[in-house]
């Protein structure tokens, strides 16, 4: 069993910038392709990014391609998503999620392809 548990979430200004962290408990995470997914009310959750166990791959959504960073400490058991130049449109919830994933090259960007879950933290984004 993996407890996520995500943190770094906050209220900032059109083009500013914020730094997510996902730590996890209960397993060590080198063997987990990690996600990260937001959603706002009314809509589904969505992809924004990806990392493989080792780091080798990621993978963003064309929406923050460009602007969001996904990196991973396996030694600090944690996930990173390094967000800037964010926009009102970057407003949601934003959750962690691991997938057991030994192959070194494996991102995952499905929501139903994740086991795992961290509770969310609010990131709010005001023009």
């Known amino acids: 069993q993996v407890l996520l548990v995500e943190s770094g979430g906050g209220l900032v200004q059109a083009g500013g910038s914020l730094r997510l962290s996902c730590a996890a408990s209960?397993?060590?995470?080198?063997?987990?392709?990690m996600g990260w997914f937001r959603q706002t009310p009314g809509k589904e959750r969505e992809f924004v990014a990806a990392?493989?166990?080792?780091?080798?791959?990621?993978h963003y959504s064309d929406s923050v391609k460009g602007r969001f960073t996904i990196s991973r400490d396996n030694a600090k058991n944690t996930v990173y998503l390094q967000m800037n130049s964010l926009k009102p449109g970057d407003t949601a919830i934003y959750y962690c999620a691991a997938k057991f994933a030994p192959m070194q090259y494996v991102v995952l960007t499905q929501t139903r392809a994740y086991d795992y879950w961290g509770q969310g933290t609010q990131v709010t984004v005001s023009s």
């Open positions: 990392i493989s166990r080792t780091s080798i791959s990621t």
């Open positions: 209960g397993a060590t995470i080198d063997t987990y392709a």
